[in-house]
């Protein structure tokens, strides 16, 4: 009967290392989906351990890809600077990352809510985003240009007084231009594409818009220009829920690690060619 017993206490303990097994293998799968192909499963799981203390598994990145060169689509790849560092993020975290696309103006909800886990989408630190989500350390700045027809005879922020001003929905340039020249003489669209498309059609007489995607779009389109002034300058940072202070620490130290080794910088110029 005592043997009996030992016998079956042996065996479930066998069971039990066997779920433990597989289940580590498993993570190991989805670590070398994040990026590193040649890692086993004996070094995804070592990596995982020397770095942060993780379960493995997956952060979900919310952005919205409209907004090159910091996240737009190359063929139906989500790509650019914020997806490269969410990449190096949960390689750092021992995490694979997946995107999920919204519109910009879902993105507080979404991280609130928990539908995904951070945002990373040029999004701008503002006093009124930080009531609702908390902010990792800044790792890049955003200034907001003003797109304008080559022949317009707007020529700084001042001139913008009484002209009808594009804006992507919800972000920062839609929320000064509000603040400055009254919600009358600002036109809101989904994407800064859609802004760009109603300069050029004249329904606008400019675009206020974060300066590289300002680039992007007047590199893509004849005949508009970027004045040469700064209308504000602003900090990038990861938004995460309020309640998630473990993610956020863990972020704050990944990203100082990745400025450290000059791994942000080089995502950065990767996508930006100095001037
Ligand atoms: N920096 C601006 C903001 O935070 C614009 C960001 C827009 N980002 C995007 N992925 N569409 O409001």
Redesign the pocket.
Known sequence: MKKLALLVAAALMCASMVACGSSSSSSSGSASASGSASASASTSSEAVSSGEETTGGTLIMG??A??PP??YYENDQIVGIDADIAKALGDKLGMEVTIEDMD?NSLITAVQTGKVDMVL????VTPDREENVNFTDSYAT?IQSIIVPEDSEITGPDDLEGHKIGV?E????HIFCSDDYGEDNVIAYTT?ANAVEALKTGKVDAVVI?NEPAKAFVEANEGLKILDTEYTV?D?AIAVAKDNTELLDKLNTAIAELKEDGTIQSIIDKYITAE
Not at 121 to 124: E, H, L, V
Not at 170 to 173: E, F, N, P
Request: charge should be negative; avoid cysteine; charged fraction near 15%.
């Open positions: 952005t919205n409209a907004f910091y996240e910009f989408a040029g999004m701008t955003g992507q919800s972000t920062t340039g800064g974060d602003e990038y």
